[in-house]
């Protein structure tokens, strides 16, 4: 009985293959891209990735590349379920752009119309914050990332918060990526349909369109679900990484899909809005989405990873450049182990989705770069090679960056406090507390979820070092009042700088301390 059972199941096993294999042939233009991506993941480091190609509206080619988890024989295919990340932007661009057809509000109302509790740090901009503002990277706002990632704030909770972030440009004077104004986007989806951004994703586009692998939290996961297992890299070596739940930011990120699944949504995006006969958003709409509303500087990083461009600009939810004499609408997404890309060529009928488990890779530009030329009958060119020599720089700038700090340090001096005066509570009216504890006469920090102990690095300069999809090096400063006692503490996470943690005077009574876990 049981040889019989393994006999059928290896017989299902071969004719599943080849069912695949025939299924998702490699189609003549793209002869000898599974080589070429295969060589690709060796050079960018990349355990798995998964491929589709959308081509005059049909899924033309699906395959997964390597494993799901590094360590383990699971290999990807075309059902593996990733993490998209920012390629999520341009969903809640379409929840929007469905309620502008329904007439239920329209992309330049003001955003107080709908939140009206939803304030900016500078009374003007809260006024005048448009709809369209919260979709094209123009509120002024830097990112404030650290409000929400890693922490256990709500949706509302963050919103609440974003009075306090301080503007570095004016409203809609420039660029500046913001994923606070994406949830702001969400929220206003879920205050006019009167379901969350979540369910109405699910709704309206993800049923309707197909996508039935599709989710908004990792909350939906199963055991022995198709799922990918993010990767980072630990100093010299690329590992297994946790998922990380980001449903507080979820408007700005946190879909989870796999390659057949977003190649539906290519099609909706390539169809002006309908895909099947099924009329999700209107042709003006799916224009709209698609047309520049804010200019992007081609300059630092964007001449690398778009050395084609002769323009740059952000629409609602998509990235607008040119390559080759034609128009590219893509946008990537990264979070914690995941790297996605969504691209598409209208004038060719063309669409590309690259999905990847491992954290920071820009594999999928070179790949994207790829196919594209090789649908426009263009000579084949490594665009792999190119991006990884031109990228080395800016990781040897990083190292630089490193070295030069070390080079800044003041050796031989001591804290000006014992470390006891240190302990206590830190607060932010933006970020919230940091804990500072002791731990074997050691101090310890602790920032949501984020642990480490502090290596003294120079005079009231410590050092923590935070692991999540990489390791990070960050200076924490403590500052002292004009008393001598110590009374702030600067963290050099990303965007903080700006922001000192003031220290809580103990209960009366009750001398500071903090947990040691």
Same mark, same amino acid.
């Given at each position: ?42 050079? !960018? ?61 329209? !992309? ?156 539906? !949504? ?51 939810? !998509? ?199």
């Amino acid at each position: 009985m049981i040889v019989g059972r393994l006999r059928y199941s290896l017989i299902a096993f071969v004719i599943c293959i080849a069912f695949s294999a025939t299924a998702w042939a490699q189609p003549a233009p793209l002869t000898g891209f599974d080589a070429y991506a295969e060589n690709a993941m060796k050079e !960018w480091e990349v355990p798995g990735m998964a491929v589709a190609v959308v081509k005059d509206d049909k899924i033309v080619f699906a395959r997964g590349y390597g494993v799901k988890k590094l360590g383990e024989p699971a290999p990807v295919d075309e059902r593996t379920i990733f993490a998209i990340g920012s390629s999520s932007k341009a969903f809640t661009a379409a929840a929007i752009a469905i309620l502008v057809d329904e007439g239920k509000l329209k !992309w330049d109302d003001p955003v107080s119309l709908y939140l009206p509790e939803f304030e900016l740090y500078d009374p003007y901009a809260s006024r005048e914050l448009r709809i369209r503002d919260l979709l094209s990277h123009r509120s002024g706002l830097e990112r404030g990332d650290m409000l929400w990632y890693g922490t256990t704030l709500s949706r509302e909770e963050i919103l609440s918060r974003v009075r306090h972030l301080k503007p570095t440009w004016s409203l809609r004077s420039q660029f500046g990526y913001q994923n606070l104004m994406y949830l702001a986007a969400g929220e206003v989806v879920h205050k006019v349909s009167g379901m969350s951004w979540d369910d109405f994703l699910k709704k309206r586009i993800f049923d309707p369109i197909g996508m039935s692998a599709s989710s908004t939290s990792i909350k939906s996961f199963k055991p022995g679900d198709n799922v990918s297992t993010p990767h980072g890299k630990m100093g010299e070596k690329v590992e297994p990484i946790k998922w990380r739940d980001i449903d507080n930011i979820g408007p700005a990120g946190s879909i989870n899909s796999n390659v057949i699944d977003v190649a539906q !949504w290519v099609r909706l995006q390539l169809g002006k809005g309908t895909v099947d006969g099924k009329k999700i958003l209107s042709p003006a709409s799916a224009n709209e989405m698609h047309m520049p509303q804010t200019i992007i500087r081609l300059e630092g990083a964007y001449p690398i990873l778009y050395p084609k461009a002769h323009f740059f600009n952000y629409g609602l939810g !998509w990235f607008l450049s040119d390559f080759k004499g034609r128009k590219l609408v893509e946008h990537g997404g990264a979070i914690d182990g995941m790297r996605a890309e969504v691209a598409m060529v209208p004038e060719e009928k063309l669409g590309i989705v690259i999905l990847t488990n491992m954290n920071g890779s820009v594999i999928s530009m070179p790949l994207v770069y790829r196919i594209i030329d090789a649908y426009l009958g263009e000579p084949q060119t490594d665009y792999s090679a190119n991006l990884l020599k031109a990228y080395r720089p800016l990781l040897d700038q990083a190292q630089a960056a490193e070295k030069r700090a070390e080079s800044e340090r003041v050796t031989g001096t001591k804290p000006s406090h014992p470390l006891e005066n240190y302990v206590g509570t830190y607060q932010n009216e933006l970020y919230g507390d940091v804990t500072i504890g002791m731990e074997n006469g050691q101090l310890k920090i602790i920032y949501g979820p984020f642990t480490s102990l502090l290596d003294h690095w120079h005079y009231d300069t410590f050092r923590a070092t935070f692991v999540t999809s990489g390791i990070s090096k960050t200076p924490a400063t403590f500052g002292l009042n004009a008393q001598g006692k110590v009374d702030t503490l600067s963290l050099g996470l990303a965007g903080m700088s700006g922001y000192p943690f003031k220290k809580v005077p103990p209960k009366t009574g009750t001398t500071a301390q903090a947990p040691s876990n």
